[in-house]
């Protein structure tokens, strides 16, 4: 028997397969019979629209034409209540998913808490509470500042993410191994430098597509503010029909703000899934 060999059954380590090519054709033709199936819908809507009209007023394209720059504006308008409410979102649950894994528990017990409660309660109910809660105008001496309506939807509407975003953080700092935080205990190490230097760098990368999926979620999700009387997309749109009166407009004239919508968030989950793919992030 050679010198180091031995009977005993040795157990290696397993690795997955890489993934082949052609495993990534289905949700592509899904993808793209999606696509073309929403295309579909829109064009023959927008047809019956057509057809079904008075011939004495315009046409549905013709008014779909009129109105389509001014219900994309207010998807613009969205869009910019979407990236503020994600930035002071994620502002604030890095801060809250970092004080749930603290060793203090005067940190760790308010953040847990702050954490459930708004991770749990409805988006609108604290849209509603942001806006009829919170002050029309804030007086700092002689000095009046305006608290526009929209200002208090970004806060609505960043609390829900805060909380999402806090355990996205808990969740990708508890994933990294014990090892990690024992090997720079090692080295001395402080625990501020552990966590900024080491365990957040690795954690980063796994944090990544959740937060774009959230990022998704709070796009489509800032139609909700039409409710509480602000004007975005979704406003526009209605406004449009009440002002031509066309029964028949309705489903191509929303169908024309859904795409607007499904162009900006596809590509998003798209490249959400490119990511864990990449990052090997396993749900």
Do not use: H
């Amino acid at each position: 028997m050679k010198a180091g060999a031995t009977d005993l059954p040795v157990l290696k380590p397993f690795r997955a397969a890489p993934i082949a090519p052609s495993g990534l054709a289905a949700p592509a033709l899904l993808s793209a019979g999606l696509v073309a199936g929403t295309a579909i819908v829109f064009a023959a809507s927008l047809a019956v629209a057509q057809a079904s009209g008075p011939a004495a007023r315009d046409g549905a394209v013709t008014i779909l034409w009129r109105w389509a720059p001014l219900i994309f504006q207010g998807f613009l308008f969205n869009l910019l209540i979407s990236f503020l409410s994600m930035a002071l979102g994620t502002a604030v649950g890095v801060l809250f998913g970092i004080g749930q894994v603290s060793p203090s528990a005067a940190l760790r017990k308010p953040a847990w808490a702050a954490t459930q409660f708004f991770r749990n309660a409805p988006w609108l109910v604290l849209l509603f509470y942001a806006m009829f809660l919170l002050p029309f105008e804030i007086r700092l001496g002689p000095v009046t500042i305006a608290f526009p309506a929209w200002i208090k939807a970004i806060i609505g509407l960043a609390l829900p993410v805060a909380a999402n975003v806090s355990e996205i953080v808990r969740g990708g700092i508890r994933s990294i191994p014990s090892g990690q935080w024992e090997s720079a205990e090692a080295l001395a190490f402080t625990r501020r430098q552990t966590m900024w230097m080491i365990i957040l760098p690795q954690a980063f990368k796994r944090m990544i597509p959740p937060w774009m999926n959230l990022y998704a979620i709070l796009t489509m999700a800032t139609t909700l503010i039409s409710v509480v009387g602000i004007q975005d997309g979704l406003t526009v749109t209605r406004a449009a029909l009440v002002a031509e009166s066309r029964p028949e407009l309705m489903l191509p004239m929303y169908l024309l703000l859904l795409l607007m919508f499904f162009a900006y968030c596809y590509p998003i989950a798209r490249l959400t899934m490119a990511l864990e793919r990449r990052f090997n992030v396993k749900g």
